[in-house]
């Protein structure tokens, strides 16, 4: 939140407003979730896990239709585990602060696959045969859709430079549509100039394709939108979300996966139901303002 000052005769009064941001595609309800497994069908099933007790996941997590857990769970999930009405839950020896709810998740499903749609549809502003090492995207001060058609793998750093009202969309679509695109972000950073939101940043890989890995210590940021493709974090950092992991993928009707462990750490931008973390600074300079509210009225008492 924000401060907002209103000057009224006599009396400085002080108002709360959201701070405006440029969320670049809607997620509907899968916006809820720091890690959601799409899941897969009746005939082809998926794989999801998420261990090792190092690895944290601050944000809720989501199991859809038709997928199954490869390995227990002993990683942190400070939020709610969600999992589907046909899945059965692994052995939890890890943490789970909000518990384990079944419920339906294909509505929450085809919201992401209905933003992941949405995202590749949109008219790229630039476009990349590859990203390379280091290199820095300019926004321009308001939708920003960065079309990639080739592989990609970074080992270094990638800047994202613009203002809090940029938002960006990252396509990564190949030219031809048998192709897989990869996407490698190995021990690199993505780096935030200028006030860039991780939550107005998307990373939307389309349809069928090659695998995402993040991993070896890389910190990156937004959210990584793969519905039909496997995704592995492995020792990665990402301030965002993580959405992957359906079935069957496109391009040769195999099972996908969502795999996230050794020590990975994925916080969404709301944190799912993690408590909200309370605003000292907002609470310390309301209460600054009060003081000198009073300061002022004394003073005016004393000189009348």
């Not at 939550?199 to 959210?223: E, F, H, M, P, R």
């Amino acid at each position: 939140m924000k401060l907002a000052f209103l000057l009224i005769p006599g009396l400085l009064g002080v108002a709360y407003t959201p701070v405006a941001n440029a969320e670049p595609i809607n997620l509907g309800q899968a916006a809820n979730y720091a890690v959601l497994d799409v899941g897969g069908t009746v005939s082809v099933a998926t794989g999801f896990a998420a261990y090792q007790s190092a690895t944290v996941i601050n944000g809720n997590v989501g199991e859809g239709p038709f997928s199954s857990w490869t390995h227990g769970i002993d990683a942190t999930i400070n939020g709610t585990l969600y999992y589907d009405t046909t899945d059965m839950l692994p052995a939890i020896t890890g943490t789970i602060t909000g518990g384990t709810v079944q419920k339906s998740m294909s509505a929450t499903v085809l919201d992401a696959i209905n933003a992941s749609t949405t995202a590749a549809a949109l008219a790229p502003t630039q476009t990349f045969s590859t990203l390379t090492e280091n290199q820095i995207i300019f926004g321009n001060g308001g939708l920003n859709v960065i079309r990639v058609t080739g592989d990609v793998a970074l080992k270094k750093g990638l800047t994202i430079q613009g203002s809090a009202s940029d938002s960006f969309v990252f396509q990564f679509t190949a030219s031809d549509a048998t192709s897989a695109v990869t996407l490698t972000l190995s021990g690199m950073n993505v780096t935030l100039t200028g006030g860039v939101l991780a939550d107005n940043i998307v990373w939307d890989l389309n349809g069928g394709g090659g695998q995402v890995t993040i991993s070896s210590g890389a910190i990156v940021y937004g959210t990584f939108l793969a519905p039909d493709r496997s995704v592995t974090v492995d020792q990665g950092t990402i301030g965002g979300r993580v959405i992957a992991g359906g079935s069957p993928n496109p391009l040769d009707n195999s099972s996908d996966s969502l795999i996230i462990h050794s020590g990975s750490q994925i916080t969404s931008p709301g944190g799912g139901n993690v408590p909200a973390v309370p605003e000292p600074a907002s609470l310390t300079l309301l209460g600054s303002v009060f003081v000198v509210i009073g300061t002022v009225m004394r003073r005016r008492k004393r000189q009348s």
